[in-house]
């Protein structure tokens, strides 16, 4: 796919040309093609950059990817007023209704909240918003430590903390939190700068704190912090005593008088189950899995096979965690990922797997481009439910330690879920105080950590002990306020698994029907297109998570 620097001249003309065809448009018909027309040229565009971000992901070390993305970042805050106008002509067409009579009422939700989220009065802060996270992903992938004789990132270290031996668990957990701990300062300095410019661009925009201002920008139209706070409470009180229970049973399992941190990932004296066979061994299983699974997942893989859209090998340089994106202009998603020689590998195969997959139905079946993805916690759904969905080939991928395998995705899927809960409540506690210190920031985490983990020991370790845990989770700096959506999403996938474990079939139905509509209705009237009980209603936590803590149970 190759990568020119588009002309952003012309896709101003085309903002200004758009914007006036819809203002002056005599019919619907007229309206419709000035939309379809910079669709298209947006499309274009988007695909570029999707392309040079991803590149500079891969490498972010490579010069000219990060100073094309330095430019484009630029260039696209530049036409915020342009894109404005257009929403503007859109919003107030006299064919509005006939948008939404033919494409649904979520199109122009989405235009009325972009209106009240960009300004032309912001471009200078989101340019260095942008800026700041571009040198966070680059100082984070960069760091390195000589741990047995290798050098070792953040993930390369994880792998030895799955390790049968205690103490090499506990020499790479004390290796993981100095690497965190040498480049504090400029993460604390960077996430300061963050906090007060989104905190700027709100009071900038007339909202009163940055937390509003977040949940329009997550598309978070149907409920509000208070829910949120609703929801993690029960995740507090149902969630954190279940895992609570499965910690000390672990403790037990390994025979260690106390369970610390370093301890938590090795569930198995005698050893997790890592897949079998080398990363393209396993993209292999995972292709014959797909073609197994149904007629579109197979027609999927196919196409992210033929066309490798992958980069799953970790490397010096490339940026932490995994991720999916589209390149829309090809109609194509693609999977990144930081391999390590655990479990988690396969995790990437059927969770971005499964975001990949809804990308390229959704991409094929919804004219809209804005309306083929969801909100989060729509889109984690149809990756956490594929992870479930992708159960029974897993012996596959795991041989004999299947069940092990099985039990510990389980478990991890619930376990996380307090932590959840802990990255959300952090962030609203942050930018309701957005003048804390990088002190005091790290108190907060430390005394919400202990309400939603208190199982969690950090051995001594001054740095985690006095907070600094927070700083590992990247949504914090790159992506605020997504993370609880993950918890919302569980909740969804723990319901398709309990119906999956009694009709397959029609659990598959309604998840596909689910993928194919995209982002075409708000957040509640989604979950009843997927059949789901609500998340945020009192009672769907423990409704969702029975039937999961009962097969724990008898598993471990």
């Known amino acids: 796919m190759p990568y020119t620097r588009p002309d952003p001249q012309t896709l101003r003309q085309c903002y200004a040309q758009s ?32 392309l040079c971000s991803v590149r500079n992901t891969i ?62 009065a912001i471009v200078e802060e989101t ?39 205690r103490e090499e ?58 829910d949120a706070a609703c929801f993690r409470k029960q995740i507090r009180e149902i969630i954190t005593p279940a895992v609570a229970e499965i910690r000390e049973k672990q403790r037990q399992r390994l025979g260690l008088d106390k369970l610390c941190y370093y301890d938590e990932a090795l569930l198995f004296p005698e050893g997790n189950a890592d897949p079998e066979g080398s990363m393209e061994e396993l993209v292999d299983k995972a292709r014959s899995m797909y073609r197994e699974m149904s007629p579109e997942t197979g027609e999927f893989f196919d196409f992210m096979v033929q066309y490798h859209l992958f980069d799953l090998q970790t490397r010096p340089g490339k940026r932490l965690g995994g991720y999916m994106t589209r390149f829309p202009g090809y109609r194509a ?49 149809h990756s956490m439910s594929m992870e479930h969905f992708a159960y029974p080939w897993m012996e596959s991928f795991f041989g004999e330690k299947c069940r092990k395998y099985l039990t510990a995705h389980l478990i991890g899927s619930l ?32 005394e919400i950590e202990k309400a939603y983990m208190p199982w969690r020991d950090y051995d001594g370790e001054a740095f985690l002990e006095e907070g600094g845990f927070w700083m590992q989770k990247q949504h914090i700096f790159l992506y ?21 474990k009694e009709d397959r079939e029609a659990a598959w139905k309604d998840y596909l029907h689910l993928c194919r509509c995209g982002g075409t209705k708000g957040y509640f009237d989604l979950l009843e297109e997927g059949r789901l009980l609500n998340p945020l209603r009192e009672g769907t936590v423990l409704a969702s998570v029975g039937h999961v803590l009962e097969e724990i149970r008898k598993a471990y």
Request: glycine share 6%.
């Open 415 to 446: 376990a996380v879920l307090p932590y959840m809960a802990c990255v959300d409540e952090f962030q609203h506690r942050m930018y309701e105080k957005p003048d804390l210190t990088a002190a005091e920031r790290r108190q907060v985490w430390r």
């Open 127 to 165: 340019v260095r918003e942008g800026e700041i996270c571009q040198q966070y992903q680059k100082d984070s992938a960069m760091a390195v430590t000589e741990f047995r004789g290798e050098q070792c990132n953040f993930y390369g270290l994880l792998r030895h903390m799955e390790s049968t031996d």
């Open 480 to 500: 605020p306020f997504y993370y609880i959506d993950y918890a919302l999403a569980q909740m969804c996938a723990f319901q398709y698994y309990g119906r999956m």
């Open 19 to 50: 914007a006036e065809k819809v203002r002056t448009a005599e019919n619907y018909q007229e309206a419709r093609k000035a939309f379809f027309d910079l669709q298209k040229a947006e499309e274009d565009w988007a695909t570029l950059m999707s």
């Open 169 to 226: 668990r506990r020499a790479a957990y004390h290796a993981w939190a100095g690497l965190y701990e040498r480049i504090s300062p400029k993460l604390d300095a960077q996430y300061d700068e963050l906090v007060h410019l989104r905190v700027r661009m709100a009071e900038k925009l007339g909202f009163d704190s940055f937390i509003p201002l977040a949940y329009l920008q997550r598309r978070r139209f149907d409920y509000t912090p208070e």
């Open 333 to 381: 998603p693609f999977i990144f990922s930081n391999f390590n020689g655990t479990s988690a590998d396969v995790d990437v195969l059927t969770h971005e797997a499964g975001h990949a997959f809804q990308g390229y139905l959704a991409m094929r079946c919804i004219p809209v481009n804005m309306l083929s993805g969801s909100t989060s916690e729509i889109n984690e759904i």
């Open 59 to 120: 490498d972010t070390t490579d010069p000219f990817y990060e100073g094309e993305m330095k430019w484009l970042r630029e260039q696209n805050a530049s036409m915020i007023p342009m894109r404005k106008a257009f929403h503007r002509a859109l919003s107030g067409s006299p064919f509005r209704g006939d948008f939404e009579k033919e494409f649904g009422g979520q199109m122009l939700r989405l235009i009325d909240a972009s209106l009240k989220t960009t300004d032309e």
